[in-house]
């Protein structure tokens, strides 16, 4: 099911624009067109994108693959691109005041892996300031709203990623992920994100917001989109200290209808205990239906730890935070603002207290804070060692499982405004995705169903690099949906 943006043309999938472009070498120009008419009569409520690329530049860039030979695995596929991956030559603005000008030098090395397999970027989405907030309500330009319903959020940090693909104004998007960015936005637009295993994909070229915790990811309208986006952007990359050095496995080959072994998976108590809706729980209990149909067993345990990771979480990042922007002061990085007196420290301050939002200044004093003097011990150093704990947790949890499943998020997509005005029910969406990054896990949100005409994702999560079987397991999901 599509939001009433899309068209049977502008939501086609990577595959079938491949084989189309093999029978009709101006399909591609075609769909071009296509995606650009959806744009021009949608984006102007919607606000997916930051900056969009002129038509005029694509199809030249569309041209010259065509020319060389050079369609590759992604087809020419219209990537969008989240506002905080460096993009040469292209605005990033981290959906901040202070980067409004900002035109990288440089590109990141997922999207250079992506124009290097056929893929075009379109834009640059819009998204939370610095990737801070759940809902893009936290850009310094303005909301993107829900496709599916315009006085709804989108979900954040990546919420025009989301919006971009679920709307068909792109093909397929690159988000980020520090504590459940990409699955929360795929959740609640009704389209597929999956936060890959850290160090899995190159993070050279993102912004950094939270060091440990942020990932690059895929997101798309079906399964097999993320699974060949994945294939592409994966692999070790020597700029990047955190890159992993395994061998990239064909994502494509466990994207199949049908079990690829006998899954045990298990569903954490916590983790659908208080505060879940009742709707979402009865879309989630159906997919658990729809597994048990295919001979996925499933049980239930407990997890204590899982209450300490939400606080854990935003002491770790909001310190981390603290550190990273540190650099945009207005004097090395960032817009400068002039101040009335002599002192450097004049200029300092009047740039921060003006280039960034209130919230960003509220995650940089909380982190400054748990990281000063005579704090640091009660605080980042205890949820450090926390941290530690929910990783080992995990660890013999998943030498028992092969993944686990919850609601991707707790609640329906916020109202406009609902949540942004209290900080605590902004955080606490993030209750069910959150663990995962403390622990380096990859995890993927699926559609589940509908409730009230609006859409519940499911997430799936399991060890390090299990990405494939957790692939598998979101086919299972979608093609039982849809069937």
């Not at 087809?75 to 901040?96: E, F, H």
């Not at 801070?132 to 850009?139: H, L, P, W």
């Not at 995650?363 to 060692?385: D, P």
């Amino acid at each position: 099911m599509l939001p009433p943006q899309c068209t049977q043309f502008s939501s086609i999938s990577i595959k079938t624009l491949r084989e189309r472009v093999r029978e009709d070498s101006d399909f591609l120009f075609k769909y071009v067109e296509e995606v650009y008419r959806a744009i021009e009569r949608y984006e102007q409520r919607l606000r997916a994108y930051i900056t969009l690329r002129p038509i005029s530049e694509v199809i030249d860039d569309i041209e010259n693959l065509v020319k060389h030979g050079k369609l590759g695995p992604l087809g020419g596929a219209l990537v969008a691109v989240k506002d905080n991956i460096s993009t040469k030559g292209i605005r990033t603005t981290c959906g901040s005041k202070m980067l409004e000008n900002y035109v990288p030098p440089y590109d990141a090395t997922a999207v250079s892996r992506i124009k290097n397999s056929g893929g075009v970027v379109i834009g640059k989405t819009n998204m939370d300031e610095f990737a801070m907030g759940s809902t893009t309500e936290n850009s310094a330009f303005y909301p993107t709203l829900n496709p599916w319903d315009y006085g709804r959020v989108p979900g954040g940090s990546s919420g025009g990623s989301a919006v971009a693909v679920a709307a068909c104004e792109a093909t397929v998007s690159l988000g980020s992920d520090t504590g459940g960015s990409i699955r929360l936005p795929a959740a609640y637009t009704g389209i597929v994100g999956l936060k890959p295993t850290y160090g899995l994909v190159s993070r050279y070229g993102l912004v950094a917001y939270g060091s440990s915790l942020d990932q690059i990811g895929p997101m798309g309208r079906c399964v097999e989109d993320v699974a060949i986006v994945l294939n592409v952007i994966s692999g070790h990359d020597p700029r990047d200290s955190t890159s992993l050095r395994v061998n990239v496995e064909n994502f494509e080959k466990y994207v199949v209808d049908y079990p690829l072994k006998r899954y045990r998976v298990v569903v954490l108590e916590e983790m659908v205990s208080e505060g879940i809706d009742e709707k979402v729980m009865k879309i989630f209990n159906s997919t658990l239906d729809v597994l048990a149909k295919r001979d996925v067993t499933v049980e239930f345990r407990k997890m204590p730890l899982l209450h300490y990771s939400l606080p854990t979480y935003y002491i770790i990042a909001m310190a981390e935070a603290s550190s990273n922007l540190a650099r945009f002061d207005g004097l090395r990085y960032g817009t400068r603002s002039e101040a009335e007196g002599k002192l450097w420290v004049d200029a300092y301050r009047k740039t921060r207290m003006t280039g960034f939002g209130e919230e960003v200044k509220r995650r940089i004093l909380l982190g400054t804070y748990v990281l000063s003097e005579g704090l640091y011990e009660g605080y980042y150093l205890k949820a450090a060692k926390v941290r530690r704990l929910l990783h080992q947790e995990f660890t013999k949890l998943f030498r028992e499982y092969d993944a686990a499943l919850s609601p991707t998020s707790p609640t329906l997509p916020p109202r406009l405004g609902e949540a942004i005005v209290d900080p605590i029910k902004l955080y606490s969406l993030d209750i069910n995705t959150v663990p995962i990054n403390l622990a380096g896990l990859p995890a993927i949100s699926v559609p589940g169903g509908f409730a009230e005409g609006l859409p519940v994702g499911i997430q799936i999560f399991g060890p390090p690099l299990s990405e494939g079987f957790l692939l598998n397991i979101a086919k299972l999901i979608e093609s039982g949906r849809s069937g």
